[in-house]
């Protein structure tokens, strides 16, 4: 007797527990810590990398502190739960996940977060970063030396295990802060990054996140400056942006408690909200026919 394709209907998927993945870009001194203070701190279980808790003094959430890569894998996989495709010497496997749990107890402790926020993702990249030049890829075979390059795809495979890990965690929302860098492309133009080392991991994060906003200082014409979410990939600053649940606006009030309550409300249908009107006429081929008629 076989068993049933496991086939998951629309009203199981639509019926599962389904959490948040996101991140939070912007300058040094922007306030993302401070997002904190918008969250509800009996569900919320903050890992702090950067030892940047000043901004939150007196918050009453728990949180957790890494000091090593190992230490990041340990926690995801002890907050994610294990991987059954992996090997068992591989991070994330369940043998991994087994030797975590030995180790800090019953992972039902989590059941009361729903939300994990990661400060910062880029202290996390440093940290991986750093572990990886003293792995056996990140020397070369025939001399013994460093070899940067092995070191950096290294960590782009690791940062990308990470955060998919991370991402597949179904009933928490997890979201990454990290700082938004402004640099001069070769035209002298205006370009922001994600500040990751390396770049495989700033260029494959959008794809594996539900959301990417900027919290930047806008100013209206005339006004004075404030801070807000950018959320749309198309923005009028080339902020790095996007929105895959299709509820957000351009610009959002930087209120994290209150983004992710807007982003669970009920979505507009696709018909309304996917559009494709044709462009606009050019100006001179709409003088030409007006001409012609």
């Known amino acids: 007797m076989t068993g049933a394709l496991p086939i998951i209907s629309a009203d199981q998927r639509l019926a599962e527990p389904r959490g948040i993945k996101g991140c939070i870009f912007g300058k040094s001194g922007i306030g993302k810590t401070s997002l904190l203070w918008t969250l509800d701190p009996e569900g919320t279980l903050f890992m702090d990398l950067e030892a940047g808790d000043l901004a939150i003094e007196g ?93 950096y795809g290294l960590h782009g495979r690791e940062m990308i295990g990470w955060l998919t890990h991370l991402q597949h965690t179904r009933a928490k929302n997890v979201w990454f802060v990290g700082i938004l860098d402004e640099k001069l492309d070769d035209f002298n133009r ?11 991991t700033g260029l494959e994060l959008p794809g594996i996140v539900d959301e990417v906003i900027t919290m930047s200082e806008l100013k209206a014409d005339g006004g004075d400056p404030y801070r807000a979410f950018v959320c749309q990939t198309i923005n009028p600053w080339g902020f790095p942006a996007k929105d895959r649940s299709g509820r957000l606006g351009q610009v959002e009030e930087p209120h994290l408690g209150r983004l992710m309550a807007k982003i669970r409300t009920p979505v507009t249908p696709a018909t309304d909200r996917l559009t494709y009107a044709p462009p606009p006429a050019e100006p001179v081929a709409a003088d030409k026919s007006q001409l012609q008629s």
């Open 190 to 200: 205006k370009i922001f990054q994600p500040q990751i080392d390396g770049s495989k």
């Open 59 to 151: 918050w009453a959430g728990d949180s957790i502190r890494p000091r090593t890569w190992a230490e990041c894998r340990d926690f995801a996989v002890f907050i994610g739960g294990p991987n059954p495709a992996l090997r068992d010497e591989q991070p994330y496997s369940p043998a991994h996940y087994k030797a975590v749990c030995d180790r800090f107890g019953d992972p039902a402790e989590l059941d009361r977060y729903d939300t994990i926020f990661v400060d910062s993702i880029t202290v996390a990249g440093r940290l991986c970063f750093g572990w990886c030049k003293g792995q056996p890829e990140a020397l070369s075979e025939k001399t013994g030396k460093p070899d940067v390059r092995g070191a």
